[in-house]
């Protein structure tokens, strides 16, 4: 038998694959010849089932099939994980036909894109557990989709390896019917739940990746909705404060001696907070306090300030420093003091 120098490579993959096969049973045969009979045409191993390439890679069934099936159908393996098997349903097959009918399909490409790295990796686990069939399905998908893939040629040369292993060992053993039957059994069961189990994990990822992008946004939703209830938070508690000091301002003058009895003796400006000077930042905070009969601030504490919390400190401090002429009975009244820049 020849190869033909200018069979594509799936092609040429399955021809080799074929020849070690026919060599390891001719050989296990032969060595068996002396001791047991011929078998008989009931016995013969079955001709092999050729092998898929990339033309034959999408079935007559599925090419068969109109745009719109097909789109339904693609869009009803991928959302059922059935993204490279069975053959004959499966996402790849349904977008391959897609691409011969509709080659400019910018959607049908992308989804091919997403579709081949898991393509590859099942190859790969065909080939090690042995199942060259369905590595040379895959093999030949992959090809169709994009015959200059950077992994084929090695995949090809992967599948050729392990087969003439596998006809290597073959020849040296003979395996009675039962064990065939059960070692093709547990091959089948063991192929169905790894496929399964790559193609739920194949899912999964594809919906991580096509989600995050939405769960980004809500995060930041989530983050400006629990900002803004705790600014209005802020803003209930500043104005329920600033009721309790009015009130409580109303109560003390009510009681006080008249704030024009005061006369100044010191009133050093206030230190300027290096951040908000750095800032250029400007400010007003209104200062109530209390001065004794001596002419001393006794008591001191902020009443309203605009920003909050920027200049209140740097205003108490420098209205504590004051100093007015004594009076008969202690006073209590506001100032408001200024903080600008520039002034």
């Not at 910018?106 to 090690?128: F, R, Y």
């Not at 003796?265 to 230190?271: C, G, K, N, Q």
């Not at 930042?281 to 920003?307: C, H, I, K």
């Not at 504590?320 to 408001?336: D, G, K, L, Y």
């Amino acid at each position: 038998m020849i190869l033909n120098s200018n069979a594509r490579p799936g092609s040429r993959v399955a021809t080799v694959a074929r020849i070690a096969l026919v060599l390891a049973l001719g050989a296990a045969v032969a060595a068996c010849g002396k001791d047991e009979p011929a078998p008989t045409a009931a016995t013969a191993p079955a001709a092999a089932t050729p092998a898929v390439t990339a033309e034959t890679a999408v079935s007559a069934k599925v090419a068969g099939m109109s745009v719109d099936q097909l789109r339904e159908a693609a869009r009803t393996a991928y959302a059922e994980n059935r993204l490279y098997a069975p053959a004959e349903n499966n996402a790849v097959e349904y977008y391959l036909a897609l691409r011969d009918k509709q080659p400019g399909d910018a959607a049908v490409a992308s989804a091919l894109t997403d579709l081949l790295p898991m393509t590859v990796i099942a190859i790969e686990q065909s080939v090690n557990r042995e199942d060259f069939t369905e590595a040379q399905r895959l093999a030949a998908l992959l090809e169709k989709a994009d015959a200059q893939h950077p992994a084929l040629a090695r995949l090809e040369t992967s599948i050729t390896a392990q087969q003439q292993a596998v006809a290597a060992r073959a020849a040296q053993q003979t395996l009675t019917a039962e064990e065939e039957a059960k070692r093709q059994a547990d091959l089948e069961k063991k192929r169905l739940e790894d496929q399964k189990r790559q193609q739920d994990e194949a899912a999964r990822q594809l919906a991580a990746s096509q989600t995050s992008e939405r769960q980004q946004a809500a995060a930041r939703q989530a983050a400006e909705r629990e900002a803004a209830e705790r600014q209005a938070a802020e803003q209930r508690a500043a104005e329920q404060r600033a009721a309790e000091q009015r009130a409580a301002a109303a109560t003390t003058a009510a009681a006080a001696p008249a704030a024009s009895e005061l006369r100044a003796l010191s009133t050093p400006a206030p230190r300027y907070p290096p951040e908000a000077l750095r800032a250029n930042q400007s400010g007003e905070v209104q200062v109530e306090f209390t001065v004794g009969t001596d002419g001393s601030v006794t008591a001191a504490r902020v009443v309203r300030a605009n920003p909050p919390r920027v200049f209140d400190r740097e205003a108490v401090n420098a209205v504590r420093r004051w100093r007015f002429q004594p009076v008969a009975a202690p006073v209590t009244t506001r100032r408001t003091i200024g903080f600008n820049p520039g002034g």
